[in-house]
DNA sequence: CCAAAGTAACTGACTCGTCAGTTACTCTAG
DNA sequence: CTAGAGTAACTGACGAGTCAGTTACTTTGG
């Protein structure tokens, strides 16, 4: 029909270097795993997806488990990296939490395959490790963030620093879920503004995270 | 041997009522579930820790879909009674946030299983839609419980209200995400102090609450 | 009081579809 | 013409759901 080399045209493009055809079909397998959860989505549906025999599938990957893992450590690694990116480049607290938000709504809106499937596996030990170990990192820079002002201060003791360390320790959960459930609760509803999205959650974060961060307690009304 | 009615003491004990096993089936089916999550559980799991034939089960239950859900309904109407009756017996908005807190704490660890198979399952939309409606009926009671007062302000122009509502609505992703959250970071770290996670949890979310409640803006610095 | 008849709980051994993973072959780009 | 990209067709295992039959308990006619 038309042209005869790897011409996109016509209805199937066959025959790819094997780095571009393990890069496509990593892209594939994320979207498909993203969209069925891991459980519901079969090596036949990647495959069939990605325009390939299953067999094929398997000379690029030896496992459903492995395929799945490489997916989501590259997941992992890229979020973790522009969170870490985005803590660093702030050095006020407030606008370090911004700035994680920012990045976690930017992620969700431009990779929402990949949000689905990091959001849908995160509590399910099943499928391994990985997505524990990107939910620590995620702890981890929170924790850091919160803390890392606190550490660099002379004047407070270490008795005092300590207590602040269990009470970072503590945010950090509410901290993590209130972010993660905003952006999942803003993805279902798209009538809602981004920006107002954004703001109330760095607001509602940084209410809570600021007041105690300085030790203040509550008003007892 | 001993007393010929239905005694316990026999290493076997079998031939139960129809409605006593079922309900032992419910419950044996709802520690499974929470403990392997839907997928990874199979009818014969169920079977064999009820110690009683696959076919049995099958008399109770047409399928195992069935079952989950009739296992996931009881969960969900539990919950969102217990969530209910907690918001309804506190006027203070500040209690009814601890009132709640306490109710979710409360579950987590009298049932386990049942918590961790509502936390597991709750964004998989592959099983049924059961877990969404408890997500939907949660974030109800939120909103109830943050609105409640408000809208019986006799001072409050219906678009102030309406502005009300929109930022309540917001919050209430934020406000479940967290308390989930924490629930769920506090029952794995057991080493940590109920009291005071439950209470950093309620400072946490009614300070953002309670100064966005009303209309407050945040300092610019 | 107690068979024998009736019934409800229960089971072992099957079917049938599905799906991860393999094998033996074909095609094409260089 | 050949290496390696690609496939169609296969296998083996597993798991949901079924069914013919068995076992324990209850009822009732004598």
Redesign the interface.
């Known amino acids: 029909m038309s042209g005869s080399t790897g011409d996109a045209s016509p209805g199937v493009r066959r025959r790819m270097p094997y780095a571009r055809r393990r890069e496509q079909l990593l892209q594939v397998a994320l979207a498909e795993f993203g969209r ?2 891991y ?2 989505t079969q090596m036949e549906h990647v495959a069939a997806a990605a325009q390939v025999s299953k067999a094929l599938l398997y000379q690029h990957f030896a496992s459903k488990e492995e395929l799945f893992v490489e997916v989501t450590e590259a997941i992992v690694a890229e979020l973790t990296g522009r969170l870490n990116a985005a803590v660093l480049a702030e050095h006020d607290s407030r606008e370090g939490i911004r700035a994680m938000i920012r990045v976690l709504f930017d992620y969700a809106t431009a990779e929402p395959d990949a949000w689905a499937l990091v ?2 596996h995160l ?2 030990p ?1 499928v391994g490790p990985e997505l524990r170990e990107l939910r620590d990192r995620l702890g981890t820079a929170f924790a850091d963030l919160l803390l890392r002002r606190r550490r660099a201060d002379p004047k407070l003791s270490p008795a005092a620093l300590a207590v602040n360390e269990h ?1 970072a320790r ?13 952006v ?3 993805l279902e509803h798209p009538d ?1 503004s981004r920006d ?2 954004e703001q ?2 760095v ?7 600021d ?2 961060r300085t030790g203040e307690r ?1 008003p007892k009304a």
Do not use: C, N, Q
């Not at 945010?171 to 993660?180: A, D, E, K």
């Open positions: 069925r959860g459980h519901l959001i849908r509590d399910k099943e009470r503590l945010l950090v959960p509410l901290m993590y879920g209130s972010m993660l459930s905003m999942s609760w803003w809602t107002r999205a109330m959650a607001e509602f974060i940084w209410l809570g995270l007041r105690l509550l």
